[in-house]
């Protein structure tokens, strides 16, 4: 990394913002900044390592800056935007993956020209498994459009969509998503413990299912009805099942309401 280069200026080191980091310093981007007014341990040896600045407040921030990615929960963000309006203001990209929080809200605190980008990312991205979604006015430059892109690149795949309405979309698929799939294991293993299994085989059977037909999705490019037959024999165990699960009240239906009632919620934060 060039040592002239602008640094990227990084607000919160939580579970999400440490992952950019860690991610950031292993693909070589930089030079890096954090601001975090109450390092931990693990925050300090990665800086340590990779010689990654912290500091206490955005006011401690050069004036240069490539981007400023914000990476701090909504209601923090609420009290704490004010101070980052100064860093809008020069013009610098502001990356926000703040959950619920629209560009309108945002340029509230930071001006109506500052330039942002919102993007919605999901836990799995803590182990670099996500995905991303990302939303730009039409006066972001297409090289700001990669920038962001590369930053969330460590995260998992990105997905850009053309409307910011559709982030609330994506939070309630993807963003809450692994909530859904936990709790289906969860659901699994009861099950598995309501017909006789004791609760450890239970849970490690519902855990490893899960988990291999997961990595047999990303394996196998076909559509997942063509994956979901293969396993389905007519007459069968599965076909039993299935004929439950697929009834008109069934898994399909549940999941409807589930992901809409996500996407109420989500435009309701958003204001």
Request: a positive charge; proline letters at 6%; glycine letters at 10%.
């Amino acid at each position: 990394m060039a040592a002239s280069a602008a640094p990227i200026l990084l607000i919160g080191a939580g579970r999400m913002g440490g992952a950019l980091l860690r991610g950031w310093q292993a693909r070589g981007i930089g030079p890096l900044m954090v601001v975090e007014p109450n390092p931990g341990a693990s925050l300090l040896a990665l800086a340590r390592s990779a010689n990654i600045r912290v500091i206490g407040g955005a006011a401690q921030a050069p004036e240069r800056l490539r981007a400023c990615v914000i990476a701090i929960k909504p209601q923090i963000l609420r009290t704490e935007a004010a101070h980052l309006a100064p860093i809008a203001r020069t013009g610098t990209l502001m990356l926000s993956i703040a959950a619920g929080t629209s560009i309108a809200t945002l340029r509230k605190h930071f001006g109506r020209s500052a330039r942002i980008i919102r993007a919605m990312p999901n836990t799995p991205g803590a182990i670099g498994q996500g995905i991303s979604s990302l939303y730009a006015p039409a006066a972001i430059a297409p090289r700001e459009r990669k920038l962001a892109q590369s930053l969330l690149a460590p995260l998992g795949e990105t997905v850009w969509v053309n409307k910011e309405a559709l982030i609330d979309a994506t939070t309630a698929v993807s963003g809450s998503g692994p909530a859904y799939v936990f709790y289906l294991v969860e659901a699994l293993a009861e099950a598995g413990r309501a017909i006789g299994l004791p609760q450890a085989i239970a849970e490690q059977l519902a855990r490893a299912t899960i988990m291999g037909a997961g990595a047999l999705l990303a394996a196998d490019a076909r559509p997942p009805e063509a994956l979901r037959r293969d396993v389905t024999s007519p007459g069968g165990t599965t076909e039993a099942a299935l004929k439950v699960l697929m009834a008109d009240d069934g898994l399909a239906q549940l999941m409807r309401a589930a992901v809409a009632a996500a996407n109420r919620r989500a435009k309701e934060l958003a204001g």
